[in-house]
């Protein structure tokens, strides 16, 4: 791809125009491939889109591909704030921008091609028509038409992949990735069924439930089915004891009452444990982090050091709870609720998420329901918009699931309120908890 030009000034586009671009050429990579490369980052006004554009045009550089998730430019920029280069607070302004774009709408790919390209296509001529007086000789001659000859094509569809040709190959090389993509079961046949097989590898796995409902007994559920599975294991608790923690993972791996465990059985679900999750290759590491000063960072460092010591890669990271993590940001803590909080969930879950991309992990973390929700019918299903304090909890989340007690709470239905790869808005249950195992509900091992 031909280098950024440089800056003759700004474009003149709208400050929503400019929006828009860098939004779509961080997260639509056809977009990208049309006019993402040759835009001039410094010509554009918005200091957000500037710096959008900047990361999506070195993940570029680096990768050969375009980022194709807000989420991965982002954590670029996070990486630029953390060495200096970016301020946290224009990190910051670029995630509003992204979660202002993502509100109103995006316009389609075409329309805004066909607003810009002109505009771009200007400047390049005229620089190239620079280089042309500049350039001598034959070679660079020819290398000045050839790049009128791009400036000409800009934004056209001969700028991007000419597609997928399903012949003999191409069917099973394409779908090959979404085929092997290893999703995380929890060994609950009818929960499982409703999430499509489990939350898969490198996503952000959300529980919402109001007090007492289950969401830690959720979260160790999950970490025991890591385990079990063979899997290095990573619990941050903010909340309960790791005495408690590992009580229960105790009783749900080795179905040995929790009571029973505390009570003169620990010996025996020691021996037990180790050979269950032994032979199946698995660990499950549970550490305390003190609630509300933790940051995502620190919990990424715990995991690096935990990779380093055991001399393996992690594969599932539990976080009982994200709603007691902090930010980085001075400002954010100033003031607990209203818009700080609201403004630090954002960075929490957005960091959550780009650890569970960059180090390919499965993420599964809880948030509180809001306390409306106590007010409402005992059917009524918790939903996306029930999470407490920021809705950007499950905007950030690859898969939300509610915890919906029913009978008096002797039963407890699930719902799937958000899928991105699968069916979202199915149910399971209602169904026992399993408590003296701490187990979710009927499980299959």
Avoid at 250 to 268: E, F, H, K, R, Y
Avoid at 352 to 357: C, N, T
């Amino acid at each position: 791809m031909a280098p950024t030009p440089k800056s003759l000034g700004p474009y003149g586009f709208h400050l929503r125009t400019e929006a828009a671009l860098a939004t779509m050429c961080s997260s639509h990579p056809s977009f990208f491939a049309r006019i993402g490369a040759q835009l001039d980052p410094d010509a554009l006004v918005s200091v957000p889109a500037r710096w959008a554009v900047k990361a999506a045009q070195e993940i570029v550089r680096e990768t050969g591909n375009p980022p194709g998730s807000s989420v991965l430019v982002l954590q670029r920029l996070q990486r630029w704030s953390e060495s200096g280069t970016v301020l946290y607070e224009e990190v910051e302004d670029v995630s509003a921008m992204f979660d202002a774009c993502e509100d109103i709408g995006l316009p389609p790919e075409d329309g805004l091609l066909s607003e810009v390209v002109p505009v771009v296509q200007k400047r390049l001529q005229h620089l190239r028509t620079l280089d042309l007086i500049s350039e001598k000789g034959p070679a660079g001659l020819d290398k000045v038409i050839a790049g009128l000859e791009e400036v000409k094509n800009l934004g056209s569809a001969s700028a991007v992949s000419d597609g997928v040709f399903l012949g003999s190959t191409g069917l099973s090389s394409v779908i090959q990735p979404i085929l092997n993509l290893k999703r995380l079961a929890l060994d609950v046949p009818e929960l499982d069924e409703a999430m499509n097989h489990g939350l898969w590898r490198g996503a952000l796995g959300l529980v919402i439930g109001s007090t007492g409902s289950g969401k830690s007994l959720f979260l160790s559920h999950a970490a025991c089915s890591g385990g079990l599975a063979g899997h290095l294991v990573l619990f941050a608790t903010l909340e309960l004891s790791p005495q408690l923690i590992i009580a229960r993972v105790a009783a749900n791996v080795t179905g040995i009452p929790i009571d029973n465990v505390l009570n003169g059985s620990l010996a025996q679900a020691e021996a037990k444990f180790k050979e269950v999750v032994g032979r199946a290759g698995g660990n499950i590491v549970v550490n305390y982090f003190t609630a509300h000063t933790t940051t995502v960072k620190e919990l990424r460092a715990w995991v690096d050091r935990v990779e380093a010591r055991l001399g393996r890669k992690a594969d599932l990271l539990v976080v009982d709870y994200a709603d007691k993590l902090t930010t980085s940001s001075a400002a954010s803590k100033e003031e607990k609720g209203g818009a700080s909080q609201y403004v630090a969930q954002r960075e929490v879950y957005q960091g959550l998420r780009g650890l569970a991309v960059d180090k390919d992990l499965w993420v599964w973390t809880a948030s509180q329901a809001r306390r409306q929700t106590e007010k409402r019918s005992k059917n009524y299903k918790l939903d996306n918009d029930d999470a407490s304090d920021s809705a950007h909890k499950t905007r950030e989340s690859d898969m939300v699931v509610t915890l919906n007690p029913r009978d008096e709470n002797k039963t407890l239905l699930f719902h799937i309120a958000k899928n991105r790869m699968g069916t979202g808005g199915e149910s399971a249950g209602p169904m026992p908890h399993d408590f003296a195992l701490g187990r979710i509900g009927p499980v299959n091992r």
